[in-house]
């Protein structure tokens, strides 16, 4: 069983080989940093100017059908295109090291709903969004082997829309954290002959600190390297390394937990909390995959307050990550959140 871990000290994180500074002391200082304004506005199901609604017109002149539960369309301003026009540009040496990078980027839209986000959305809904999910990463592996499915959810996470929606962008590139992810979920499975991540959900399962929903197939935990406040990670208890494997039970469990899960971010301090979500499945163009397992991480910058938000600064982005809440005392907070949304309590 762990100790309380109230002394300033480093955790590493096991799944990227970072460090985090861990000061609980910190949490207790008077607060005349910025703050963030509340953003908790009152949204009609449907807005006439929201390029997400059903049959509105989209920035290139198209139509969005009038769906009723997901909608997904390539991104009208896509990081990522199928072909590259300039390859023939492109330089590489010891100094300068560049290479070409193609793809596609999709929206996923997760609700023809414009008012609600995800916790808001029922388990069924929430399962069209899954089942989305799983049928345009099944769609897309069949031309890219790195596929990353996130959403960027509120104003203060760079998001545009506050129609309920995702993305999804793949290519054939390794990406820098699913490549730093590989090597040392490989090195643990060449080390201990086990997956990491199944011997870190037995662990936490064990100890019990820092578990925020348990259900059959899916454990979400504040993980013991969280460096944001409010951080967890989503992992599958199945051994399954991407979305394609998951059955149709598995599919169902993972809304319920994304519906407690969510319910309880907003819940903290009765607010849209904001974060990046996004999930990591094994790379596509490995012979051997055996050390994966499917997980998602949920980052929430949200610190003290509905308006005060933790900033990556200073130490943050000259050394490494920093963090004044332990990820024990976190997930007790967000525990001991209730599991019905405050709007409808």
Request: glycine letters at 4%.
């Amino acid at each position: 069983m762990t100790s309380d871990f109230e002394f300033t000290h480093r955790r590493k994180n096991i799944l990227n080989g970072e460090w985090v500074l861990v000061s609980p002391h910190r949490n207790n200082r008077p607060w005349l940093g910025a703050t963030e304004a509340a953003t908790e506005n009152t949204l009609a199901s449907h807005d006439a100017s929201c390029p997400l609604c059903p049959g509105n017109l989209r920035a290139n002149g198209e139509g969005n059908p009038q769906y009723e539960f997901t909608h997904v369309f390539t991104n009208d301003f896509g990081a990522l295109a199928p072909q590259q026009t300039d390859v023939g540009s492109i330089q590489s040496d010891a100094l300068f090291q560049a290479e070409p990078a193609t793809g596609t980027a999709r929206v996923i839209c997760f609700s023809p709903d414009h008012s609600k986000t995800l916790p808001e959305l029922s388990v069924n809904e929430i399962r069209e969004v899954v089942d989305t999910w799983k049928n345009q990463f099944d769609e897309l592996a069949e031309h890219y082997s790195c596929i990353h499915i996130f959403e960027n959810k509120g104003e203060i996470m760079g998001c545009s829309q506050p129609h309920p929606h995702g993305q999804i962008w793949a290519h054939n590139h390794r990406s820098t954290e699913i490549q730093a992810e590989d090597e040392r979920q490989l090195e643990y499975f060449q080390t201990h002959g086990r997956s990491l991540l199944a011997d870190y959900i037995d662990r936490e399962l064990s100890e019990e600190q820092r578990i925020i929903v348990d259900n059959e197939h899916w454990l979400a935990v504040v993980p013991y390297w969280a460096k944001w406040p409010f951080e967890t990670l989503l992992l599958c208890k199945d051994d399954v390394k991407t979305f394609s494997q998951l059955n149709a039970e598995q599919r169902h469990s993972l809304a319920e937990a994304l519906k407690i899960l969510t319910i309880k971010y907003d819940n903290v301090f009765n607010t849209s909390f904001p974060y990046s979500m996004g999930w990591h499945n094994a790379p596509l163009d490995m012979q051997n995959n055996e050390h994966w397992r499917l997980h998602a991480h949920f980052y929430p910058p949200l610190l003290r307050s509905a308006t005060v938000k933790k900033h990556m600064v200073g130490y943050e982005m000259l050394a490494e990550s920093q963090r004044d809440l332990t990820a024990e005392t976190a997930a007790k907070i967000l525990r001991e959140a209730s599991n019905v949304h405050y709007k409808a309590s």
